[in-house]
């Protein structure tokens, strides 16, 4: 069974969620530490992702001067194929959806090169040029069917 719980902030479970960021970020893709944690944890709306129990995902999304940035996706290796990222992904819109000062932002993230075709699948489609975040090739995406 798949669950996906906004953890509110609680400590104990945000420790869960910065462990998947920690092993899918710093140890797969070799992000520096100190650039996978910043000013926005406390601001963000932090979901977690349980697959028969086992905490397997995490993702947020945050408000800023663009719109809603839904970002920090990350599921660990061995559940990849079990439609955790699917399910972290309808959670966050599902949420943004329901808060009353979301109406009419503009839900983008960023998205890497490799992941692009989950996130056209979800309405999300490609805006500008390639960048590079942590040394890893981005776009710019947008919600383009709200």
């Known amino acids: 069974m798949l669950i996906v719980h906004y ?3 609680k400590e104990e479970l945000l420790q869960k969620a910065f462990h998947i960021r920690e092993v899918v970020f710093v140890e797969e893709q070799h992000v520096p530490k100190e650039e996978e944690y910043d000013e926005f944890e406390a601001s963000s709306r932090h979901f977690l992702a349980y697959y028969e129990g086992n905490p397997c995902g995490t993702a947020r999304w945050r ?4 719109g809603i940035k ?4 990350a599921v660990l290796a061995e559940f990849r194929s079990k439609k955790v990222g699917s399910a972290l992904l ?3 819109l599902k ?3 329901t808060q009353s000062d979301t109406t009419g932002k503009l839900i983008y993230l960023h998205a890497q090169v490799t992941a692009m075709p989950f996130y ?3 309405g999300f489609s490609p805006v500008g040029e390639m960048f590079e975040e942590c040394n890893i090739q981005h776009y710019k995406m947008v919600k383009t069917n709200v």
């Open 90 to 92: 309808q959670a966050l």
């Open 120 to 122: 056209a699948h979800f």
């Open 95 to 97: 949420d943004v959806a």
């Open 7 to 9: 953890i509110d902030n």
């Open 70 to 73: 839904l970002e920090r996706f």
């Open 63 to 66: 408000y800023t001067e663009k």
